[in-house]
């Protein structure tokens, strides 16, 4: 149950990376585009910075939560495996 939650996390996490990197090739180019898709640490924090200019404050917090809430449920799922052993 704990991994198909984690699939649909990970899968909404993914959705909104594409709509940053979209958002990301628009603004700056190409090549920062292919920087943001080696490196989706940059998208996530060049989404931030632009939040509000670009309009995309409730995208980057749906993105943070699905981080955060990824993190929690993955830490929930290792720790309950634990536990059962």
Known sequence: MISIL???????S???FILVLVKLF???????GI?????????????WMNADSLGIRNLMLAWT??????????????YSSYRST
């Open 35 to 47: 920087l943001g898709i080696i490196c989706g640490l940059y998208t996530f924090i060049w989404g």
């Open 65 to 78: 939560a699905l981080i955060i809430l990824g993190i929690l449920i993955g830490w929930m799922g290792g």
């Open 14 to 16: 993914f959705a909104c």
């Open 6 to 12: 984690q699939a649909l996390i990970g899968l909404a």
């Open 26 to 32: 628009q603004q700056k180019g190409p090549l920062h």
